[in-house]
């Protein structure tokens, strides 16, 4: 065991004389394994952070609520027919889901708009107006951080009150308690009842800039003829096939949808939109590992390439050492842990640009691209298969060469 590093670590000096005799040709050979081992790290981490961001983003809709509306949100029906289905409303099938659906714990139904929502002398444009039920709080797995939410008497009086998001506070009221405050909504007075906690955005949508206002308010204000859509929380997340077929049921009976006819109403729930986003990523992970393959491939013919210049110019050497007693897998071994050498070079580099590339993306977009360690694994993988393989063929050619032919070559 002794012998064995003992030689080993001769032959890795070896390798590393050989190497720094010539510094520019190993840089070069080299710089094909930067490449391809930065873009794999830097790519994967990239999209480690992109998965964060959407995981966390995702997490918000809740695996266990459905979403019901006119439009499937990714539907191969025709737009053009599904707009002219009739619209969901509150006293048809918002009530009958609520009546009649016994795997259902709450349905919320949402109106949305937006509004100017000003406090004294501050503004704010565009925010997110919400109109719904007490129940939406349970629906969104939403809780407020002050205050409190929506009540069913603020709903059943149409009382004039609002839950806003943390955004809204935070700009509208600085270092203010908004709490009891009145704000103005478009032209109407609201009192702030509840702010609620930062959740931060939401496939590019800002959660924290929204106002919650009882429904029968918003209809009331700002117009009934609104696209209405209801969100179902399931008793049991497991049971969440079950709930839809049973709202199915109720939909198509109180909607009078023909028994052979197809539904005019779409069941939309979080997993589509995480199915839709795997089959992205795969294709993204695809393309990645394609362009750094092709560096690294490049690299390699680099390596072969240098390692079969290296066995040439050696050839006496070989002689030498096998006429003194080195066998083949000795020759064998010095010319593999060469090439295993360059290649773990240009990989160790081609991590750390790798880092490098994580950090700048970082830093400069809302991604939380970081090298975890699975990325450092594949990375040294990716080096010690290229080192091998590449390697191989030179190693081989090395070891099988005469003594005495090496020892006659000028």
């Given at each position: 065991m002794k012998r064995t590093i003992i030689e080993l670590w001769e032959q890795l000096k070896i390798a590393f004389q050989a190497l720094a005799s010539n510094k520019m040709r190993s840089f070069l050979t080299t710089l094909g394994i930067v490449i391809g081992i930065a873009t794999v790290i830097g790519i994967h981490s990239i999209i480690q952070g992109l998965n964060r961001s959407f995981y966390t983003s995702i997490s918000a809709l809740g695996s266990d609520t459905l979403y019901i509306d006119k439009f499937s949100w990714f539907s191969r029906v025709d737009w053009l027919l599904a707009r002219n289905r009739k619209d969901l409303t509150l006293e048809?099938?918002?009530?009958?889901?609520?009546?009649?659906?016994?795997?259902v714990k709450a349905v919320a139904p949402v109106v949305n708009g937006n509004r100017t929502v000003k406090f004294q002398s501050e503004k704010l444009k565009n925010v997110q107006v919400t109109g719904t039920t007490e129940e939406y709080a349970i629906t969104s797995n939403i809780v407020p951080e002050f205050g409190r939410m929506l009540t069913q008497a603020d709903v059943q009086h149409r009382r004039n009150v609002c839950v806003i998001g943390w955004e809204v506070a935070n700009r509208l009221f600085q270092k203010k308690d908004p709490l009891g405050r009145r704000i103005k909504i478009g032209d109407h007075d609201f009192r702030v009842i509840g702010v609620l906690e930062k959740r931060g955005n939401f496939l590019g949508h800002n959660l924290d800039a929204q106002v919650i206002i009882p429904i029968g308010v918003f209809q009331k204000l700002y117009g009934s003829r609104r696209w209405?859509?209801?969100?179902?929380?399931?008793?049991?997340?497991?049971?969440?096939?079950?709930?839809?077929?049973?709202?199915?049921?109720?939909?198509?009976?109180?909607?009078?949808?023909?028994?052979?006819?197809?539904?005019?109403?779409?069941?939309?729930?979080?997993?589509?939109?995480?199915?839709?986003?795997?089959r992205l990523t795969a294709a993204l992970y695809a393309v990645a590992f394609g362009v750094g393959s092709i560096a690294l491939i490049v690299g390699g013919i680099g390596i072969m390439n240098i390692m079969l210049v290296s066995v040439t110019e050696r050839t006496r050497e070989i002689g030498i050492r096998k006429a003194i007693g080195a066998r083949n897998r000795d020759i064998l071994r010095q010319f593999l842990i060469e090439s295993l050498a360059v290649s773990a070079i240009g990989g160790i580099i081609g991590i750390l640009v790798g880092f490098a590339i994580a950090k700048l993306v970082a830093s400069t977009t809302f991604l939380s691209a970081s090298v975890t360690p699975s990325s450092v694994i594949i990375g040294i993988l990716f080096i010690g298969l290229v080192g091998i393989f590449f390697g191989i063929f030179p190693a081989y050619k090395a070891a099988k060469l005469d003594p005495i032919q090496a020892l006659r070559y000028e």
């Open positions: 048809r099938e918002g009530m009958a889901i609520k009546k009649y659906a016994t795997l209405l859509t209801i969100q179902a929380k399931v008793v049991d997340p497991t049971m969440i096939e079950e709930a839809k077929d049973e709202i199915t049921g109720i939909l198509r009976r109180v909607r009078k949808v023909p028994p052979k006819a197809e539904n005019d109403f779409a069941i939309n729930q979080q997993d589509m939109i995480a199915d839709l986003y795997k």
